[in-house]
C-alpha cells in the first residue's frame, strides 16, 4: 500500500474567493478516486493547513465521511502539522511509497476552479495517471 496525504481546499473543493469559506464546492471526480484508492488499499491522511483549528478540522471530516452522496471509508487519520507536499513525480512516488494529492504539489495536474480564478487538483488527469501507473491494483 502507498501512504497518500490529501489536502482539501484546492484538492477535493474548489477555492472560493472568499477566505472564510473553507468549504466549497466539491471538485469533480474526487470522491469518487479517493474510494477506489481506499479500495486498493492505500491509506490516506487528512494534510491540510487546517490541522490547528479542531472545529474545522470536525467539519471537514464530516464533509468528506458523512455525505451521502458518496461511498468513501472513514478517512480518520489527520497529520499533527501540514505536511509540505513533494513535487508530482512518479519515480519519487513510487521509490518512497509516498504520494502528496495537493494543489500546491509542483507538477500536478491542475486545472481552473469553476467558482473563482484559482487552480485546483484535475482528478480526471490523476485518475488516468494512477491507472497508467498501476496504482489501483
Known sequence: YMKIYLDFQGTVTEIDE??????????FGCM?????L????????LNTSYVDDKEKIKKILNYLNL??????LPITEVVKE???PSRWDWEDIKRYNLMYIDDHAYDIPLKKCC???YNMVDWVAL????K???IYK
Open 18 to 27: 472568499n477566505p472564510s469559506r473553507y468549504i466549497c464546492r466539491m471538485n
Open 32 to 36: 469518487e478516486i479517493i474510494h477506489k
Open 38 to 45: 481506499q479500495l486498493a488499499g492505500h491509506q490516506i491522511i
Open 67 to 72: 455525505n451521502p452522496r458518496y461511498e468513501i
Open 82 to 84: 501540514k505536511q509540505t
Open 115 to 117: 467558482m473563482s480564478n
Open 127 to 130: 485518475d488516468l495517471q494512477f
Open 132 to 134: 497508467e501507473h498501476n
